[in-house]
C-alpha cells in the first residue's frame, strides 16, 4: 500500500501551512478508536469510501487541516476503471487531498427549531454550481448577508464549504451519493462559481433590477449548515 499516494503539489500561499502525513506507524488507529462517520472522498485521481474516527460535524474535523484516522477504507481509481477494493493498510488521511467529500447519513448534529429559524434570519440561500476539476457540484449554499458567492473564491479559514441538497459529477458523468445529499468541497480547489437553476443546473437568469441573494431571487426553507 503507497502510503503517499494521496500526495500532489501544493499550490504556494494558497492556504496555512498543512500538517505533515504521518507514518504508516504514526496513522495506525488506536485501540477502541471512534467509529465515526461513513464518508466518501474524491482526490484528482482516487475515489475511497469507509469511516472517519471523528465526533461532532465532519466539517469541523475537516477544516482542522489535521490528518485523520480512517477505518474500514475501500478505493479505487476515480474514473471507474476498477471497482473498490479493500484498503486495510490506509489508516489516515490528509484533508487536503481531499477535493470533495460526500457526508454519510448523521454526520451533522440535529439541530432544534429555535436553532433552525436562528440560522434562516441570518443567512441567505444561494443556489449554485462549484467547479472544481475535475468535478463540479450544484446545490444549496448559504451565506451570511453581504457575502456574495463569488468570494467563495478568496482563502478562508474554513477550507470545506458544506453544499447541502448536493449533487456532484465527474467530467461531466454523475457522481451516485447513495442517497447522501450533503458535499463538502475544499475551497483550495474552487475554480469557479455561478449562480444555477437547481433543477437544471445551468445558469440562472437574475429578475431585471434585482441583484443575487434578493429575496425575489433566492428561496429559503431548508437545512441550514453552519
Same mark, same amino acid.
Not at 474516527?53 to 475537516?62: K, Q, T
Not at 475501500?74 to 489516515?92: E, N, T
Not at 451565506?143 to 458544506?162: I, N
Given at each position: 500500500?503507497?502510503?503517499?499516494?494521496?500526495?500532489?503539489?501544493?499550490?504556494?500561499?494558497? $492556504? !496555512? &501551512?498543512?500538517?505533515?502525513?504521518?507514518?504508516?506507524?504514526?496513522?495506525?488507529?488506536?485501540?477502541?478508536?471512534?467509529? %465515526?462517520?461513513?464518508?466518501?472522498?474524491?482526490? $484528482?485521481?482516487?475515489? #475511497?469510501?469507509?469511516?472517519?474516527? *471523528?465526533? %461532532?460535524?465532519?466539517?469541523?474535523? #475537516?477544516?482542522?487541516?489535521?490528518?485523520?484516522? =480512517?477505518?474500514?477504507?475501500?478505493? &479505487?481509481?476515480?474514473?471507474?476503471?476498477?471497482? #473498490?477494493?479493500?484498503?486495510?493498510? /490506509?489508516?489516515?488521511?490528509?484533508?487536503?487531498?481531499?477535493?470533495? *467529500?460526500?457526508?454519510?447519513?448523521?454526520?451533522?448534529?440535529?439541530?432544534?427549531? $429555535?436553532?433552525?429559524? &436562528?440560522?434562516? =434570519?441570518?443567512? *441567505?440561500?444561494?443556489?449554485?454550481?462549484?467547479?472544481?476539476? !475535475?468535478?463540479?457540484?450544484?446545490?444549496?449554499?448559504?451565506?451570511?448577508?453581504?457575502?456574495?458567492?463569488?468570494? /467563495?473564491?478568496?482563502?478562508?479559514?474554513?477550507?470545506?464549504?458544506?453544499? +447541502?441538497?448536493?449533487?456532484?459529477?465527474?467530467? %461531466?458523468?454523475? =457522481?451516485?451519493?447513495?442517497? &447522501?445529499?450533503?458535499? /463538502?468541497?475544499?475551497? +483550495?480547489?474552487?475554480?469557479? *462559481? $455561478?449562480?444555477?437553476? #437547481?433543477?437544471?443546473?445551468?445558469?440562472?437568469?437574475?429578475? !431585471?433590477?434585482?441583484? @443575487?441573494?434578493?429575496?425575489?431571487? +433566492?428561496?429559503?426553507?431548508? @437545512?441550514?449548515?453552519?
Amino acid at each position: 500500500m503507497p502510503f503517499d499516494f494521496l500526495k500532489r503539489n501544493k499550490p504556494p500561499a494558497a $492556504e !496555512p &501551512a498543512q500538517a505533515a502525513a504521518p507514518s504508516p506507524a504514526a496513522t495506525a488507529a488506536a485501540p477502541g478508536a471512534a467509529r %465515526g462517520h461513513a464518508f466518501e472522498g474524491f482526490s $484528482e485521481e482516487w475515489h #475511497l469510501t469507509g469511516t472517519m474516527a *471523528v465526533e %461532532g460535524r465532519l466539517s469541523d474535523a #475537516l477544516n482542522k487541516r489535521e490528518p485523520i484516522s =480512517i477505518n474500514d477504507v475501500r478505493w &479505487a481509481p476515480v474514473d471507474g476503471s476498477s471497482p #473498490l477494493s479493500d484498503a486495510p493498510g /490506509l489508516r489516515s488521511i490528509d484533508p487536503y487531498d481531499l477535493i470533495i *467529500v460526500i457526508a454519510g447519513a448523521g454526520s451533522l448534529p440535529e439541530m432544534s427549531d $429555535e436553532e433552525k429559524n &436562528a440560522h434562516r =434570519i441570518h443567512k *441567505v440561500r444561494y443556489d449554485l454550481a462549484l467547479e472544481a476539476p !475535475p468535478f463540479r457540484v450544484v446545490g444549496t449554499v448559504y451565506l451570511y448577508p453581504g457575502s456574495e458567492p463569488s468570494r /467563495l473564491l478568496d482563502r478562508s479559514s474554513e477550507m470545506f464549504l458544506p453544499v +447541502v441538497d448536493a449533487r456532484a459529477q465527474f467530467q %461531466g458523468r454523475p =457522481i451516485e451519493t447513495s442517497g &447522501a445529499k450533503d458535499i /463538502l468541497i475544499n475551497r +483550495v480547489y474552487l475554480r469557479g *462559481v $455561478e449562480q444555477v437553476d #437547481l433543477s437544471t443546473g445551468e445558469r440562472s437568469a437574475p429578475i !431585471p433590477g434585482l441583484t @443575487p441573494g434578493s429575496p425575489a431571487n +433566492v428561496s429559503g426553507g431548508g @437545512p441550514i449548515p453552519e
